[in-house]
């Protein structure tokens, strides 16, 4: 009930493209879900969060979408740049520790220029 | 954003020895740090939750006797890892929340390998 899936493990996208990466939780006691995004040998950092109260939040060329009944939310990556190849997580975190995110497996996002 | 260092940034250590790990705030006082850890191409799994002034917590698994955590100061966290073996190699990363609470900045990580 702690998990989070994420998909697709992999991706490959073409400069200018959107990229697209989904995930879904179980733990209905979830209400905090940021998207991370990691390069080798560094620490994740945070790109964008969202809270269920609302359907969809954007920043800059990143979106997150987000439904509620389905458990499921999503990070598309508008105009999609060489730069943005990395390996991107979804987390999840909620109750009384905001701090003790789950996340999902990873997908590694690669933009052929 | 809140900034967290770590230190060493990599480190080597022989089988049977301990190493420690600290995680600083810079900018910002955290009462709570949390620590991961991540094997190569994998996902990040939660350690344990430090707190300032007290016991940290440990998640289900992660042996507290082997992986000490010190939360020294406001600003300060430190992992130990007592007795390494090769097995212990990986990615330790360090996390605390900003002052918004909700986002958690994580450190730049620090890879540990035990020959």
């Known amino acids: 009930q702690q998990q989070v899936k994420q998909s697709p493990q992999s991706l490959i996208v073409q400069k200018g493209g959107i990229s697209i990466i989904n995930c879904a939780y179980e733990?209905?006691?979830?209400?905090?879900f940021p998207w991370y995004q990691q390069f080798p040998g560094k620490g994740p950092a945070l790109l964008i969060a969202?809270?269920?109260?609302?359907s969809e939040k954007k920043e800059g060329r990143f979106t997150i979408s987000f439904n509620k009944s389905a458990k499921q939310f999503s990070l598309h990556i508008m105009d999609s740049q060489p730069g943005d190849s990395a390996t991107y997580f979804c987390?999840?975190?909620?109750?009384?520790?905001?701090?003790?995110?789950?996340f999902g497996q990873g997908t590694i996002l690669t933009v052929h220029p | 954003g809140a900034v967290v260092s770590q230190h060493p940034s990599w480190v080597i250590c022989k089988s049977g020895t301990s190493v420690k790990i600290e995680c600083r705030s810079l900018d910002f006082q955290a009462t709570t740090m949390f620590w991961y850890r991540q094997f190569p191409k994998q996902s990040l799994m939660l350690m344990a939750t430090s707190n300032e002034g007290s016991k940290a917590t440990y998640e289900q698994g992660v042996e507290k006797d082997k992986f000490l955590i010190n939360h020294a100061s406001l600003t300060l966290s430190t992992l130990t890892v007592t007795s390494a073996h090769p097995e212990d190699s990986s990615f330790y990363i360090c996390?605390?929340?900003?002052?918004?609470?909700?986002?958690?900045?994580f450190g730049p990580g620090t890879r540990l390998t035990v020959t």
């Open positions: 733990n209905t006691a979830f209400d905090y």
């Open positions: 987390a999840a975190a909620g109750g009384t520790s905001y701090g003790k995110l789950t």
């Open positions: 969202i809270r269920p109260d609302v």
């Open positions: 996390s605390a929340p900003g002052q918004g609470r909700l986002e958690q900045y």
